[in-house]
């Protein structure tokens, strides 16, 4: 079963704007990534924070985590066309080694 | 530096068949992880491998198997075919074994007529 459950399921926006997507999870983590997968091809690894962190960033991304509401946001400022793809969360329970739960992802369409 | 690569990136085969998958980690990189991905399922964990032994198994029927050898390249293979088991099959490499990011291929895409 999925560990995350991500919202919104489909987000449509245009350039220049800014994109939110969120990601809840049920057990405690180790730590949780951000990927980005373009039409049906390998994920890219975006951003890993740890569960004892509460921001991170990486260029036009922001990443929180709130270990409290077992939630995390993906923020991706001044978006491009290029951001279209699918944004996924995965969590990584502690004990269980490299092993990622995927959330069902958001799919992100970024109109030029 | 290469990427993962995988092989072969299609491939058609029929219920009752076998398969078998490969997988070539980014070099130094000796975990490698597998997923299986779907429409109705998403992305499901298969396997985790480190220095030729199985870490971490999903929830799959004994009809998924795998290996990884002593380069750390790692093969993947599905006995018995069902229609259901038609998907993108993805591999991950990590430097280390446990919680670090992951780098994927480009997937191999398993059809089951």
């Known amino acids: 079963s999925q560990q995350g459950e991500e919202d919104p399921q489909a987000l449509s926006i245009q350039e220049g704007e800014n994109a939110t997507m969120n990601c809840s999870y049920k057990t405690s983590i180790n730590n949780l990534q951000w990927y980005r997968q373009n039409s049906g091809r390998g994920l890219v690894h975006l951003i890993l924070i740890r569960s004892n962190e509460r921001e991170k960033h990486s260029g036009r991304l922001r990443v929180t985590l709130d270990t409290s509401k077992k939630s995390s946001s993906l923020l991706i400022t001044a978006s491009r066309a290029a951001d279209t793809a699918s944004y996924f969360c995965?969590?990584?329970?502690?004990?269980?080694?490299?092993?990622?739960?995927f959330g069902q992802g958001t799919e992100l369409s970024v109109k030029p | 530096k290469a990427g993962v690569t995988q092989t072969p990136r299609y491939l058609i085969k029929t219920r009752g068949q076998q398969v078998t998958l490969s997988c070539s980690p980014i070099?130094?990189?000796?975990?490698v992880s597998w997923y299986q991905q779907t429409p109705g399922q998403g992305l499901q964990f298969l396997f985790e491998?480190?220095?030729?032994?199985?870490?971490n198994k999903g929830n799959f029927p004994g009809r998924f198997s795998g290996r990884q050898f002593s380069n750390s390249r790692s093969e993947m293979n599905v006995s018995t075919l069902e229609l259901g088991d038609s998907a993108l099959y993805l591999c991950a490499s990590a430097r280390g074994q446990g919680a670090s990011e992951q780098f994927f291929g480009p997937g191999t895409r398993l059809t089951v007529l």
């Open positions: 491998y480190f220095s030729e032994t199985q870490r």
């Open positions: 995965a969590t990584v329970i502690y004990n269980q080694g490299g092993k990622l739960i």
């Open positions: 070099s130094g990189h000796r975990s």
